[in-house]
């Protein structure tokens, strides 16, 4: 059974930072792309940052270049995106997402969500 499972959610003040973790279980998981989305209220969830197998390629979106990072560590599972400078249109849920191809369309697993709010 996959897992992701996303911590360290929370609340911030804007311009500070976050740093987001996800670990996966029950998959191989140096044979998925992972990536990051997010949900805020009245929107459809929207992509935020995702990664190759090997780490050594990354994609953001525009809005977040620059602010966030993502990266991954394959002996340990996980898929962290740092996030600074954070600005109150960064709060929603942010989930998790896995895929054998492309995560940024339609992943075949996704987390719980982790909701980060950003106070101005």
């Known amino acids: 059974q996959v897992q992701l499972v996303e911590s360290g959610g929370g609340l911030v003040q804007a311009g500070g930072s976050l740093r987001l973790s996800c670990a996966a279980s029950?998959?191989?998981?140096?044979?998925?792309?992972m990536g990051w989305f997010r949900q805020a209220p009245g929107k459809e969830r929207e992509f935020v940052a995702a990664?190759?197998?090997?780490?050594?390629?990354?994609y953001y979106a525009d809005s977040v270049k620059g602010r966030f990072t993502i990266s991954r560590d394959n002996a340990k599972n996980t898929v962290t995106l740092q996030m600074y400078s954070l600005k109150p249109e960064d709060t929603a849920v942010y989930y998790c997402a896995g895929d054998r191809m492309d995560v940024r369309s339609k992943p075949d697993y996704w987390g719980q969500g982790t909701q980060v709010t950003v106070s101005s």
């Open positions: 990664i190759s197998l090997s780490g050594s390629t990354t």
């Open positions: 029950g998959l191989t998981f140096s044979l998925y792309r």
